[in-house]
């Protein structure tokens, strides 16, 4: 921390945050008139308030009526660029307007969405891309009375459901009481991208795969997708919202000769494109990608084990993602289907003293960097918020959807789906923290001291982990699968560091999550795509590197095809745009 200047610069600064306070203040009113200017202007907003308005008029006169309505609509421009071996595989781009419908019929108390009927609190469809208010109106009034006919039908079948089953364990509303906030905000989040630009991007990304015949198949995929999310209930708030993002997956596959398929995938998440990491760092990124697929097919094959390993930050962060994010999900405490691993351990530990959890989706970057998972609002038309879900060790909170579950009966703004799906509480940036550090570099040397003191012959050091699967229902194992890419032996009799491919971690979260030793000192970010009930939404994970005392492996299925017979085509010239067959500074 820097030396404080003395009482003359402090004053000095003082007044200028002041003024920055106050100019600060000038411009958010000037912006907030114009947002209201542009409300007015707003034709969608305007026609979904006046269908609103006559369905819950005309809706409400009947038998049963609804006591919620709303409108979700995410107007969305999208540009993809697709590239290989330094050409283009393809370029796209296009505009939509989804819409849910979403209704409950019933009360808070018991509604249409009880239990195993949630999918019947939500319509989808496609609204008209030009400001036409008849076309919008129509499609508007068609969805309602089709999701009312859907509801209505559904409610009826669980209030005979109610009648017939026993109580269940969790009698807690099924939906919660909230005063959502009405915000609006018509701000241009990110410059429109240049599909110029992105064409770009991946012919030069996808050449530099030419120069490794090994590596039999990749692509480089850009993504740059806006939203402006317009959402609207009959709590009589509204929300107009915009976000946006970049997002490169850069794919790369070879093959052992064992027949293992080996695959190693990189991604890079940012705000626009030039929030993206520089060249030179995609660049590296790409070459070592090669490189480990290069290393990978000659490593051998390892074996079941169960001992000391430590684990990256990046893969750190992808085990809590996995282990234990699901599990904190507020949608998974209730349900005679669900294994409710942490349902009542609120309060009790969960993990070690010195770790704490939080999910914060309004986090907009960490450490310099942009995280996946920011969001202003979430797709229930709640504002997102930071949410400390394990505090110390001892496990504070979930996190919410308007799903209440015993105790918590509000949402905290983690409700997420994507488009044509029912929103539940889901992750969005997942940081986790630790007071009982070590620095990254002695982080090896304290792996071994643990082999030592097990009289092991060596522990795992993971590198990377690509992704994973978690089971949460109690009719199957509470049990995880994470699927790591770069796994070292680190031998405690000195022997060099040796990689071995072919294994997955797994276990049980409750006895896998209290075997950390401690962690390291630096932060590193997952930036990904999470698929579950709702969908697919963007997430973060960040953590710091950790040591187990014990973690399980076991082997991985692979398929016995050979590599190809035939060798890849000789190209000489890496560049992109060029005749493959020229060599650079060749006569024409």
């Known amino acids: 921390m820097k030396k404080p200047f003395g009482r003359c610069a402090r004053r000095c600064i003082l007044v200028i945050a002041v003024i920055a306070l106050a100019a600060g203040a000038q411009s958010r009113a000037a912006s907030g008139s114009a947002d209201a200017e542009k409300a007015k202007a707003d034709v969608l907003l305007s026609t979904m308030q006046a269908e609103m308005q006559r369905a819950q008029s005309s809706l409400g006169k009947l038998d049963p009526a609804p006591y919620f309505l709303s409108y979700s609509v995410y107007d969305q421009s999208i540009v993809v660029a697709v590239g290989s071996q330094g050409s283009l595989v393809n370029s796209t781009h296009g505009r939509r307007r989804a819409v849910d419908v979403g209704m409950r019929i019933g009360t808070p108390a018991l509604d249409n969405a009880h239990a195993q009927n949630r999918g019947s609190a939500s319509s989808s469809g496609a609204l008209p891309l030009e400001d036409d208010r008849n076309a919008i109106a129509h499609e508007l009034w068609r969805l309602t009375y089709e999701e009312y006919r859907k509801a ?13 089953h026993a109580q269940e364990e969790d009698t807690s509303p099924d939906f919660t009481q909230e005063k959502p906030p009405t915000h609006v905000d018509y701000k241009e989040v990110a410059p429109a991208p240049d599909q110029r630009a992105l064409e770009k991007f991946v012919r030069e990304y996808s050449a530099l795969f030419r120069q490794y015949p090994y590596i039999y198949s990749s692509t480089v995929v850009i993504t740059a997708q806006k939203t402006r999310f317009h959402f609207l209930s009959t709590e009589g708030n509204h929300v107009v919202a ?27 998440q940012a705000e626009s494109l030039d929030h993206l990491p520089a060249e030179s760092e995609i660049t590296a990124q790409v070459q070592k990608m090669a490189s480990d697929l290069k290393a990978l097919r000659e490593a051998p ?15 750190s962060g992808v085990f809590f993602h996995e282990v234990l994010g699901h599990r904190l999900e507020g949608h998974r405490q209730r349900g005679e289907q669900e294994g409710q691993t942490f349902t009542k351990k609120v309060g009790q530990s969960v993990l070690p003293e010195f ?104 522990g795992l050091y993971f590198e990377d982990i690509q992704g994973g699967f978690t089971l949460t229902q109690r009719s199957m194992p509470q049990a995880f699968q994470v699927l790591p890419v770069l796994v070292w032996r680190v031998y405690a009799d000195g022997r060099p560091d040796e990689l071995v491919r072919g294994i997955d971690i797994v ?30 939404v963007p997430v973060a994970a960040a953590a710091p590197a950790m040591l187990f005392s014990e973690i399980e492996v076991q082997k991985r299925a692979h398929s016995l095809n050979r590599p190809p017979i035939l060798p890849a085509p000789s190209i000489e010239d890496a560049s992109p745009g060029k005749d493959a067959g020229t060599k650079p500074g060749a006569k024409q």
């Open 507 to 536: 276990g049980t979260p409750l006895a896998a999550l209290n075997r950390i030793l401690l962690t390291g000192e630096k932060t590193e970010i997952f930036n990904g795509i999470c698929g579950a009930e709702s969908g697919q």
């Open 355 to 458: 770790l704490s959890v939080v999910d914060d989706p309004t986090q907009r970057k960490l450490n310099g960097m942009d995280l996946g998972g920011w969001y202003e609002f979430d797709d229930e038309g709640m504002p997102a918020t930071r949410v400390e879900v394990i505090k110390d060790g001892i496990l504070k909170d979930f996190l919410m959807s308007r799903m209440p579950i015993k105790n918590f009966a509000n949402s905290n703004g983690h409700g997420r789906a994507q488009p044509g799906l029912m929103a539940t509480g889901r992750q969005g940036n997942l940081i986790v923290s630790s007071s009982r550090t070590v620095k990254d570099s002695e982080l090896r040397q304290k792996l071994i001291d643990e082999v030592k003191k097990q009289n092991k012959p060596y």
């Open 242 to 268: 915009p976000s946006a993002f970049i997002r490169v997956a850069i794919e790369a596959e070879t093959r052992a000769d064992d027949g293992m398929e080996l695959m190693r995938v990189e991604t890079f």
């Open 152 to 164: 209505s039908k559904a409610y009826l079948n669980v209030k005979t459901d109610t009648q017939v």
């Open 301 to 315: 094959l390892a074996e079941p084990f169960d001992g000391p390993a430590l684990l990256s930050g990046r893969a």
